[in-house]
């Protein structure tokens, strides 16, 4: 009897990865490869991958925890009448069960937070259990330490991928405020050791607060509940009437802006005799998903609502009523606020969530010989300007989607949040770069370590994409390059990937020669894209040098009166194919800068823009559609120092501008030289002009030339040049 053929490993790891987690269960008795694939805390990670992907909600669910205890999944909308009850889920009885004896009792229920499929919960401020909703399994946690049991308690629950361990923090305060010993605790449990520890020294009262104005819709009643979130880099509002039976929730779209509060979905009336809605444990739409309550706390006073938001664990407040609060395990990027400039975005983090892993600045900024990432290159990180709807990028991002939903409907898989940290195979080797490249330098390129780059370009993923199986994708982030400083140029910016892979039934009925038809089906495509971003406009294919495609084009479009570069194509290497699984297989490759497009669309006039977040700018993309013109407000005057030095042999300009750039940061708006000349001891001299000017406001000369000064200074010192 002939053997059925197998199927490759990865071919079975990606399918049972796909699968939701009951299923997965049941295949374990398959056989015992499969018991150990599935068992494997690598599977389970892919697997959770996958499951955060899946776009299968095709409207808003948020899951609520209520009183009785128990927790309700609802289908929820924007509209007040279309809320509906999909399940309600009881708590296990574990949770009731006292530990001597299998009497059950009543108790209050907290949330401890959600994380990755996992719940915590707190009965009684006593014991604390994680709960699987999917596979209806409980495991208690060591018991917290005794507590003033009528004291102020708060918890968080998360996963940190620096230690690989899930975490739960509580944070509590005695009832008494003239207790001698009012002071806030904070103790951690790690789950590998199961063992609860204080937090020394914790001091909230000392951390800066500020005001947030609520929306107007929001009642100014002590009985309702107000919880803070974070949704991306927005500020979420969670607001219950407890008297109407209502849970919303709202977004503040640009930090501190009352006006750009916006309500995502509210749930009516749906599970009558409930008390209240305590809070959301979270929430799904498509592939949105929110973060819940990490880094805030709401307060609701008896005379007025106001929000304080911050960054310490905890804070007790004198003369407000009513607390609630969850905490976080690592500061988030909109959980970190200027305690000066009040409109201004948040300060990046020290942790960062990027592509589903937690990042420390000291894991990007490293005191050693082979990294040359700064502080200002790490503040970028996970800014995510293309995953914003409302900032040009997002808005010329979604409108290259909607080319290819419209033209390609459900061919093309979508990625946009990969983290941006890579090996340098994956940038260079997979890509076919030359050793010898000028781009693997460290004068072109952001090396984390000797073996780890910052992405230089969105083909970092290719090859890793093309082995999981993917063969029609567009990839778009953040890719970073030392570079030059002027009005076009930037050491972050944005791009997006394409490829499309054929198989011999494509080509085979057309007659053409595999090259040739890939080829011809890029060129056609990329018109059509171009027409459908600038209109009927006059093309021309020129010839490119690329790496990792033969042919390569470049696509130049006639815009404006003159000739203008789109984006860069080609029939993708064989090489690159054959080594990932796609044998007898042709395909097609472009790339494209989102920033330079975005310039010309909507007439931004400087590359630094993109990161503005003052409201004259980021109010005129409110309405997340194609066709807007930037309308510049102020233009304030520039102000020129020059810098004259000797040259030694290492000397490179982007050495220079990232010593500038590291000084001054967007306060700089070009670095060119004026002037060079070698004298008779054979040393060369450069002078260069360093144009200071804020997009956003007047330059005093003091200002300028306090900058100027540490210029002088960190460039002598830095780049080891002689000053003149």
């Not at 374990?28 to 892919?46: E, G, M, N, T, Y």
């Not at 938001?309 to 004198?318: A, D, G």
């Amino acid at each position: 009897m002939e053997t059925l053929p197998q199927l490759p490993q990865d071919i079975i790891v990606n399918i049972l990865s796909r699968l939701p987690v009951k299923s997965l269960l049941q295949f374990k008795c398959v056989s015992k490869p499969w018991r150990s694939l599935i068992s494997d805390p690598h599977f389970a990670k892919l697997q959770l991958t996958q499951s955060q992907r899946n776009g299968n909600f095709s409207s808003q669910r948020v899951l609520l925890i209520t009183e009785p205890p128990e927790s309700a999944a609802c289908e929820a909308s924007g509209d007040d009448d279309d809320s509906k009850l999909i399940l309600k889920l009881e708590y296990p009885t574990a949770m009731k069960r006292t530990p001597d004896s299998d009497e059950l009792m009543d108790g209050q229920v907290d949330l401890g937070g959600s994380c990755n499929g996992l719940v915590c919960l707190v009965f009684e401020n006593d014991r604390v259990f994680l709960l699987n909703p999917t596979i209806r399994e409980t495991k208690e946690l060591a018991k917290l330490n005794a507590f003033d049991r009528m004291g102020t308690f708060s918890y968080g629950f998360g996963f940190d991928f620096s230690t690989n361990d899930y975490k739960v923090v509580r944070a509590a305060r005695p009832s008494s405020e003239d207790d001698a010993s009012s002071e806030t605790e904070v103790e951690i449990l790690e789950l590998k050791s199961n063992i609860w520890r204080r937090i020394e020294g914790f001091k909230s009262e000392e951390k800066f607060y500020e005001l947030v104005p609520v929306p107007d819709h929001v009642e100014e009643s002590k009985d309702n509940t107000l919880v803070l979130g974070i949704s991306g880099d927005c500020l979420c509002l969670f607001y219950g009437y407890d008297c109407e039976n209502v849970f919303e929730a709202w977004l503040l779209k640009e930090y501190g802006i009352k006006s750009s509060w916006s309500r995502l979905f509210s749930v009516h009336s749906i599970l009558r005799g409930y008390k209240y809605w305590e809070n959301a444990l979270c929430y799904t739409k498509t592939e949105n998903q929110f973060s819940i309550a990490q880094g805030f706390m709401a307060v609701v006073s008896s005379g007025h609502s106001t929000i304080f938001s911050k960054t310490s664990l905890f804070h007790h407040i004198n003369g407000f009523k009513r607390f609630t609060f969850c905490l976080p395990f690592s500061t988030s990027a909109a959980a970190s606020l200027s305690a000066k400039k009040k409109w201004r975005q948040p300060v990046a983090s020290s942790v960062l969530e990027l592509g589903g892993n937690k990042i420390a600045k000291d894991d990007v900024v490293r005191d050693d010989p082979t990294n040359n990432v700064p502080d200002t290159i790490f503040s970028k990180l996970g800014m995510q300007l293309h995953r914003r709807n409302n900032h040009p990028l997002g808005i010329l991002k979604n409108g290259i989607y909607e080319y290819f939903d419209t033209n390609y409907p459900n061919m093309f898989d979508k990625f946009d949040d990969l983290c941006p940290i890579v090996s340098v195979k994956q940038n260079f080797d997979d890509v076919l770069v030359p050793a010898d490249h000028v781009s693997r330098s460290y004068n072109d390129t952001y090396y984390v370590d000797s073996q780890t780059v910052l992405r230089c370009h969105t083909s970092a993923h290719q090859a890793e994409l093309l082995r999981r199986g993917h063969t029609h994708f567009l990839v778009t982030g953040d890719v970073y390059r030392r570079d030059s400083i002027d009005s076009t140029h930037y050491p972050v910016f944005h791009q997006m990937e394409g490829v499309r892979v054929f198989t011999p039934d494509n080509w085979e009925a057309s007659g053409l020669d595999p090259t040739s038809y890939a080829a011809e089906d890029l060129k056609k495509s990329l018109e059509g894209l171009a027409r459908h971003l600038f209109g009927a406009v006059e093309m021309r294919w020129i010839d490119a040098y690329f790496p990792f495609t033969n042919p390569s084009y470049e696509l130049e479009i006639y815009f404006k009166e003159k000739w203008m570069e789109v984006l860069g194509c080609g029939v993708m290497e064989q090489e690159i194919l054959k080594s990932n699984g796609r044998l007898n297989s042709v395909a097609w490759a472009f790339g494209l800068g989102l920033e330079r497009l975005a310039m010309v669309l909507f007439d931004i006039p400087d590359i630094r823009l993109f990161w503005s977040t003052d409201e004259r700018f980021t109010s005129q993309f409110s309405q997340g559609q194609m066709g807007v013109k930037f309308k510049p407000f102020s233009k304030y005057p520039p102000c020129y120092k020059d810098i004259s030095f000797w040259i030694n042999e290492s000397f490179t300009e982007n050495n220079l501008c990232e010593v500038i750039r590291g000084i001054a940061g967007d306060l700089v708006e070009e670095v060119s030289l004026i002037d060079n000349f070698p004298n008779k001891k054979g040393m060369t001299s450069h002078c260069y002009r360093i144009t200071y000017r804020s997009m956003e406001r007047s330059l005093t000369d003091e200002e300028i030339n306090d900058l100027q000064w540490n210029v002088r200074e960190q460039v002598q010192s830095k780049l080891n040049v002689v000053l003149r």
